[in-house]
């Protein structure tokens, strides 16, 4: 499985982007998806996940109401929809796939992970 950030960029505190993350392969709708940030000089932190069949999402508290995780199976693609954006939301952000669903939201539960894409809040 090859996973492809994209829709990063640089936005105004209280603004809003959506990430995208395309997969390669057939078997999408098999994988359970999350979203992780790392921040300059801090560890890799879980930041929201889907299920399989996108019924169930998972968030870190502090993105909660803010953030939403979609995804379409049918065009094999994973969204990270973020709004109200804030300063320390600068990250870059990666995807990841094939977690099991007790492990949906660490890092060490995943097999496949995409490049990541540059997200920057500016005040």
């Known amino acids: 499985v090859q996973l492809q950030a994209s829709g990063g960029g640089l936005v105004q505190a209280g603004g809003s982007l959506r990430l995208s993350c395309a997969a390669s392969g057939r078997t999408f709708s098999a994988y359970n998806m999350g979203w992780f940030r790392q921040a300059p000089g801090k560890e890799r932190e879980f930041v929201a996940a889907?299920?399989?069949?996108?019924?169930?999402?998972y968030y870190t508290d502090s993105v909660k109401g803010r953030f939403t995780i979609s995804r379409d199976n049918a065009k094999n693609t994973v969204y990270l929809q973020m709004n109200s954006l804030k300063r320390e939301d600068t990250a870059v952000y990666y995807c990841?796939?094939?977690?099991?669903?007790?492990?949906?939201?660490?890092?060490?539960?995943?097999?496949?992970w995409g490049q990541g894409t540059q997200v920057t809040v500016s005040s």
């Open positions: 990841a796939s094939g977690a099991p669903l007790v492990q949906i939201a660490t890092i060490k539960g995943y097999m496949y």
């Open positions: 889907i299920s399989r069949s996108g019924e169930n999402t």
